[in-house]
């Protein structure tokens, strides 16, 4: 074969899959050709160790990361037919729709072939920690290693740590300050911090005059 001969670089996917790829090219202005084409030039360009990135790039190629993972990823350009449901994030509300929402976090018995006994959490944190390990595996291991240096129980907590580096949460302002205000001692709230003046009486006169006296008497 001559080392000039191209190799053809080709996949199968769904009609569904297919569809959607045409819309989104057609949406741009190119092929499904140039749009392979590109994001092969893209990954050979940007995913190269020895060029220096720009924080945009890093941006794009973050959603290329966790490559390992790519061999045995369900792809969405495959047929469904047999994926199972795992695991599940549901949102609850009120009939109404009145109420703040509630989030719960469902997932499916280890024993298989068991339809009853299905998980669920209302906890936020490890629910919030399983989503972010589930959509991005290099952010969440990020996170994990930011938690573990900063001393964080949670990724919750290593979020919080990280917004108020940047800026401080108006709704924690108004809570503190509500407390600041509060000025309390021994269980009895200080209404007056002014300084007690003492009353003047023809006694203060008689005592000054006394000290008066025992100062002369040093000095002597």
């Not at 949406?27 to 060029?51: A, N, T």
């Not at 949102?91 to 018995?109: E, F, N, Q, S």
């Not at 949670?154 to 302002?173: A, F, G, M, R, W």
């Amino acid at each position: 074969m001559s080392e000039k001969a191209e190799i053809v670089v080709n996949t199968n996917v769904t009609p569904e899959a297919f569809a959607r790829i045409k819309a989104i090219c057609k949406k741009f202005g190119f092929s499904p050709y140039d749009l392979l084409q590109m994001l092969l030039d893209c990954m050979i360009r940007y995913m190269d160790e020895y060029h220096n990135l720009s924080e945009d790039l890093r941006r794009i190629i973050r959603m290329f990361e966790d490559m390992p993972g790519w061999k045995t990823a369900l792809r969405l350009t495959e047929p469904m037919d047999d994926a199972e449901i795992m695991e599940a994030f549901y949102v609850l509300r009120r009939p109404k729709g009145t109420g703040a929402p509630r989030i719960v976090h469902v997932t499916r018995p280890t024993l298989d072939g068991d339809d009853l006994g299905w998980l669920v959490s209302y906890n936020i944190q490890t629910s919030l920690e399983r989503f972010i390990e589930l959509t991005n595996g290099s952010l969440y291991r990020h996170l994990r290693m930011l938690s573990v240096e900063l001393g964080n129980e949670s990724l919750l907590d290593t979020i919080q740590t990280i917004v108020n580096l940047y800026k401080e949460n108006p709704d924690e302002k108004e809570l503190r300050l509500m407390f600041e205000d509060n000025d309390w001692e021994k269980g009895a709230k200080m209404h007056d911090r002014q300084q007690y003046k003492r009353p003047y009486t023809k006694s203060m006169d008689t005592f000054e005059n006394q000290q008066k006296l025992f100062d002369k008497e040093e000095e002597v």
